[in-house]
């Protein structure tokens, strides 16, 4: 059964009444998002997000009873074809960086580098040059579906699609994305399958940046997350000394803080207790070992970012010298399951 407006509902009696919520496909129109295709959810609890099924269906803005929370920044919801990815030192991402999840992957996370391609045995191809945080979130996924289906007495709102990352004589790896709210829920299940269809090993990164912004991310918010220990945390911390648990309002020029935290759960979330709000990030710590604090509360582009990661923040060249690279064997897959919760405070 459904719990809507007070209400509990089955299939029958909510298509008695015209039914609520549901999925739908339109397609941006203007500036530089024109031509992305998107998916609107809505529970009908007041959860509403879309999904970028052209940017790695990722997901873009989000709000509950229209208070939002994931981060639009300057930079829109840019199509892929707009892309400039070897520009910049690599750092050209960040045209591109907008959305509650952007991710990272599917063979590089983390800052830019180049890196040994002597595995994919095509001798003019030495190296690799990496980009920040990969190419996956601008690729468009082939979309293999989405809608309503009745489980049993509960519905789920759903999309699914299968973005492909490859080049001839280089990585050939797939990411199936599936995304599930519950109707009457006020929750987002992001399930991820990440295979290897090549007949070599493939090196394999992943990770999510979630971006969580104003009116949920305000001064006072907080930063709640099971933390062990701080294993390492960028220099402007030191040089800026602002807090990374009770955040401030917007900070003219303020410089990105990073903290790489040790966590007992795979848990981390903001709670803004003014607002009576809270969104609760939920993951795995043996899909994702890793966790980090990205705090970017410049006036302008005022985010906080919660990123489980498969890998330390030392980043790709670390991973391979030290041995802790991921290495996906042909037909190999990985799968990782996270969840979205949004609470309304007491």
């Known amino acids: 059964m459904t719990d809507l407006y007070g209400q509990t509902y089955g299939a029958r009696e909510l298509a008695a009444r015209g039914g609520a919520g549901g999925v739908r496909l339109v397609t941006l129109s203007d500036g530089v998002e024109r031509g992305v295709r998107a998916l609107e959810f809505s529970t009908g609890t007041g959860l509403r997000f879309e999904v970028l099924v052209d940017r790695a269906m990722d997901i873009g803005a989000a709000e509950h009873r229209g208070r939002a929370f994931g981060w639009r920044s300057p930079t829109g919801f840019r199509h892929p074809g707009l892309h400039e990815h070897a520009d910049e030192d690599g750092l050209s991402w960040l045209r591109s960086f907008s959305g509650l999840v952007v991710t990272g992957g599917l063979d590089h996370t983390l800052f830019g580098d180049s890196v040994d391609a002597s595995g994919y045995r095509y001798p003019p191809r030495a190296s690799v040059q990496h980009g920040l945080h990969g190419r996956v979130s601008n690729i468009p996924a082939r979309l293999s579906g989405y809608g309503s289906t009745w489980d049993g007495d509960r519905c789920v709102l759903w999309a699914e699609g299968e973005i ?9 790896l797939t990411l199936v994305r599936r995304i599930e709210a519950d109707l009457g829920g006020n929750e987002i299940r992001l399930i991820d399958t990440v295979h290897n269809p090549a007949f070599e090993p493939m ?3 992943f990770l999510y940046h979630i971006n969580l912004g104003w009116p949920l991310l305000d001064e006072g918010a907080r930063f709640d997350a099971p933390v062990e220990e701080t294993l390492w945390r960028s220099d402007s911390v030191d040089e800026q000394g602002v807090d990374n648990v009770v955040l401030p309002a917007p900070i003219p020029g303020f410089v990105e803080q990073v903290y790489a935290h040790r966590l ?44 489980p990661s498969t890998h330390h923040v030392t980043g790709d060249r ?28 007491p």
């Open 318 to 345: 670390a991973a391979r010298d030290n041995g802790t690279m991921t290495w996906l064997e042909p037909g190999e897959t990985r799968t990782y399951r996270t969840a979205f919760r949004v609470e309304d405070l």
């Open 264 to 307: 007992t759960a795979g848990r981390a979330a903001v709670v803004n207790e003014r607002l009576g709000m809270a969104v609760s990030v939920h993951w795995s710590l043996e899909e994702f070992p890793h966790f980090f604090e990205w705090l970017n509360l410049r006036a302008g582009n005022y985010a906080i970012g919660l990123e």
């Open 164 to 172: 492909r990352q490859a080049a001839v004589f280089a990585e050939n």
């Open 203 to 205: 090196p394999h990164m």
